[in-house]
């Protein structure tokens, strides 16, 4: 079968490479949509020699193995990558993503692949039957908009509250979407100011002025003079917590949806937080009952994502994709394996 790996120095290969074994008790997946994540983009320089990424994943059932029947060859489904316990200590307190099966679990070998091994308990946890009207693009979205539903769970969001996202990529977008969903008013800050204007006319944001003087005036402003109740920084954590520090109110939250570089240190006034009764939190990745609500999301069209995706490629192409991502002329990129 045909896969794209990664090499340590970052570099990409489009190979020839041998399609993995039935697992037992599991199923193999065509795959028909696989995302390129953020997260993989940052861990292109970090992987060893072979390795295959991508985890945004929706396919075809091409073969289960004997006593598996919650799917049928033939099926389409969409399928997250990690699996937690759901009885640890992590899994107990809220913290799925924590738990040490959610970080050893995985798709074999990854989604950068025309044919990926998928276990039971996965298939079991946290897939999902495709339905006739829904394109296997917009399936594939499933999984990074169940990091949102929980980063939205964990953030206890009351309606009425106003909540600044900084920073739409795809994640961002999805965030203020779903803050709108549940009923926030949400302000939108990005560097792109196509970005905060697609914002508004797709998820009714309201876009904040880039410059920093009139910044400061607009959010006092929106906020009678407060700060936000919330800030989430959906890109750029580093750059920008000292950014959300300065927007959010006395006792306000600081979210964090998006970290810095293996090794890059962050540097900001303690007191900031201290003084002002800050809580500073962050999400990482979904969970089982999160990946349920966004399927849900999805299919129900009561979040639309297709705008979102802003290229369909062949595998082959991957590097055209991840150029568009990084230039930021794409949101997100889906790769279609079958058509390489």
């Not at 489904?77 to 970080?103: D, K, M, W």
């Not at 890109?235 to 570089?261: E, I, M, N, Q, W």
């Not at 540097?267 to 399927?295: C, G, H, Q």
């Amino acid at each position: 079968m045909k896969a794209v790996t990664a090499d340590p120095s970052g570099g990409l290969h489009y190979i020839e490479m041998p399609a993995p074994a039935l697992p037992e008790g599991g199923a193999l997946l065509r795959v028909t949509a696989v995302g390129i994540c953020g997260s993989d983009l940052v861990k292109l320089g970090h992987t060893a020699d072979g390795t295959v990424l991508g985890h945004e994943v929706a396919g075809v059932i091409i073969e289960t193995a004997p006593g598996f029947t919650r799917f049928s060859p033939g099926d389409r489904v969409t399928t997250a990558h990690h699996i937690p316990c759901g009885s640890c200590v992590y899994c107990n307190g809220g913290n799925e993503s924590q738990c040490l099966q959610f970080r050893e679990t995985n798709l074999h070998p990854g989604g950068w692949a025309e044919t990926i091994a998928v276990s039971g308990a996965h298939l079991n946890a946290v897939a999902f039957p495709i339905p006739d009207d829904m394109d296997d693009a917009v399936a594939s979205l499933t999984e990074p908009l169940g990091c949102c539903v929980r980063a939205i769970r964990r953030s206890e969001v009351k309606p009425g509250a106003r909540i600044a996202v900084i920073g739409l990529g795809p994640v961002g977008m999805m965030l203020a979407a779903l803050y709108r969903h549940a009923g926030a008013r949400v302000f939108v800050l990005d560097r792109i100011e196509k970005r905060m204007d697609e914002a508004a006319a797709w998820y009714g944001a309201l876009p904040l002025p880039t410059e920093p003087s009139r910044l400061a005036e607009a959010s006092r402003a929106a906020t009678d003079g407060l700060g936000f109740d919330q800030i989430v920084l959906a890109a750029g954590a580093g750059a920008t917590l000292t950014l959300g520090l300065d927007l959010v109110r006395r006792g306000g939250k600081v979210h964090l949806f998006s970290g810095t570089p293996e090794g890059e240190l962050t540097r900001f006034d303690l007191n900031a937080i201290y003084k002002r009764e800050i809580t500073l939190f962050s999400t990482y990745s979904s969970s089982p009952r999160d990946l349920a609500v966004a399927f849900d999301l999805i299919a129900t069209r009561k979040i639309a994502c297709e705008n979102l995706i802003s290229k369909r490629l062949p595998l082959s192409r991957i590097e055209e994709g991840i150029r568009a991502i990084r230039s930021g002329d794409a949101y997100k990129v889906v790769l279609e394996p079958a058509r390489s």
